[in-house]
């Protein structure tokens, strides 16, 4: 679903550039998510704001900060009032949760089942978390399950969320 403005509860999907964005888009391909340019994913809150995940801790900062992007927001069908108020109050629990790049390599793990014991014993325990974990951790936290498909709490990139909501 889209909005001429987001709303609180909608999720933001844009693009990193440099060797990041570009190492980012490669994991999401491997990991069977397509080769899309979205690496970035954050969370709308009320006031303008917005919830992302960042390599120096998760972070509130203005929604101006992605003007001039190329942002696609998204949002699951039919949410209602409640349901986004109880995102946004989820949300800033999560404010200085830490980054971690490894999540990707433990994502593609999984994809490619490979027999690592523990392996999601460890992801959920670390506590930290890529943007993408911490946007669909938010709507989990409030009662939102945006994936049906069985996958493991946490193994979630940005273009899984764009493949599921996107138009």
Known sequence: MRHTH??????????????????????????GDGF?????????????QL????PGGARIVPL?????????????????????????AAATRYT????SFLD??????????????????YVASTRHM????LVDQCHEDAGVHLFADGRWPGYVTPMALYNLLAD
């Not at 844009?14 to 990991?31: A, E, K, P, V, Y």
């Not at 919830?51 to 960042?54: F, G, S």
């Not at 696609?72 to 109880?86: F, G, K």
């Not at 200085?96 to 980054?99: D, E, K, L, N, S």
């Open 36 to 48: 899309t340019d979205y690496e970035h994913a954050f969370l709308v809150l009320p006031d303008d």
């Open 6 to 31: 987001p709303l609180p509860g909608d999720i933001g999907l844009t693009q990193i550039s440099g060797i990041t964005g570009r190492l980012i888009r490669f994991g999401q391909w491997i990991n």
């Open 96 to 99: 200085g949760v830490p980054y």
């Open 51 to 54: 919830l992302e995940a960042e």
């Open 64 to 88: 101006d900060t992605y003007d001039g992007a190329d942002v696609r927001y998204v949002c699951p069908e039919r949410l209602t009032e409640r349901q986004r108020a109880a995102i946004c």
């Open 104 to 121: 990707y390599l433990a994502i593609a793990a999984h994809r490619f089942r490979l027999p690592l014991p523990g392996l999601r014993r």
């Open 130 to 133: 890529i943007c993408s974990q």
